[in-house]
């Protein structure tokens, strides 16, 4: 470690470099270079020694101020909130993502540049807690244990559980919950829920199966000019009404239902004693790809399985 990094030596005014060989006062600790103390013959500061004006009193180099760290000023409220905040710690108002370019001089007209290039952009850009200040709270947890919690992409939860929380609205969207549906709040470890829908899509699928049978069997004309076809006909345009509706809902309510599975495991965590903390984290926090991938293997199986009973295609 370099002890003298920022001062200067008294005699000559010049910056003590790493490589300097240099000596300290024995009495004031006061540091010189060695040729400069050969030259005077004793510290500079000698005649001070003793008294309130020996080194290092004022006598102590001056540190460079450190910048202020940068933040976004809410254009609804005034709060100043970190770099990398989505949204206003404390009114909740969306401040949209950060543009690292948007400093960057625009070239003259129809002159070359070469692309922006990502990599410029500072270290700091990934916040694990999304912008949200350390010693923060949603619904009484501490983001950092919230972050614990989630795991994986905890970066993007926690602005969004915050601004629920702050505001009280429920709908957030979420394109994974949209798509994957029961086998997102199971690879999220959301378990009850998850195997609620699960179950419910099967019956859907099945339901989808069944129809599709029957249909291959008698033909569409058939189908249709019977009672029954019509019916299930009917029914199958609800199945896929039902399911869509089903994606939706999920795509809109999954961050909210998420939050609330995190907060009560959050709590649940807390209460427990600290030889079991550890074991209890891993069962509950985080992620599961194995949950994710289950419901995959049991879809295919069952569905290979009733076709077989119905003597459908296989």
């Known amino acids: 470690m370099f002890f003298y990094e920022g001062q200067s030596c008294p005699v000559c005014g010049k910056f003590f470099a790493e490589t300097d060989d240099i000596v300290s006062c024995p009495v004031c600790g006061a540091p010189h270079h060695r040729d400069c ?26 540190k460079a101020e450190e910048p202020a760290a940068p933040y976004r000023q809410c254009p609804n409220c005034g709060k100043q909130n970190p770099e990398f905040a989505e949204f206003c710690a404390h009114c909740g108002r969306d401040l949209g993502a950060s543009e690292w370019h948007s400093d960057i001089p625009k070239p003259p007209v129809n002159q070359y ?4 290039q ?30 614990e919690v989630i795991g994986p992409n905890a970066g993007y939860y926690l602005p969004r559980f915050y601004q629920m ?31 609620l829908i699960f179950a419910f899509e099967f019956v859907l699928t099945c339901f989808s199966l069944y129809a ?8 569409s004309a058939a189908f249709l000019a019977s009672p029954n076809g ?43 004693p600290d030889l079991q903390y550890n074991q209890n984290f891993l069962n509950t926090g985080g992620v599961s790809p194995a949950m994710a991938i289950l419901p995959f293997i049991i879809t295919v199986f069952l569905q290979y399985l009733m076709m077989f009973i119905l003597g459908g295609p296989l």
């Open 37 to 62: 103390w050969r030259e005077e013959g004793h510290c500079h500061f000698e005649a001070d020694h003793g008294t309130e004006r020996q080194w290092p009193a004022g006598h102590e180099p001056k």
């Open 113 to 116: 540049t070469p692309p922006f």
């Open 118 to 147: 990502h990599h410029y952009a500072p270290p700091t850009m990934y916040d694990p807690l999304g912008g949200i200040p350390r010693g923060e709270t949603i619904d009484g947890v501490a983001v950092e244990t919230l972050a």
């Open 165 to 195: 929380s702050r505001s009280g609205k429920k709908v957030s969207w979420n394109l994974s919950a949209f798509l994957f549906t029961s086998k997102w709040l199971l690879y999220r470890k959301n378990l009850l829920i998850g195997w």
């Open 212 to 219: 599709d049978t029957q249909l291959s069997k008698l033909g």
């Open 230 to 272: 019509r019916l299930l006909y009917a029914m199958m345009l609800v199945v896929s009404v039902a399911s869509v509706a089903l994606c939706v809902l999920l795509g809109m309510f999954g961050n909210w239902l998420y939050m609330q599975q995190a907060l009560k495991k959050a709590r649940k965590l807390k209460e427990q």
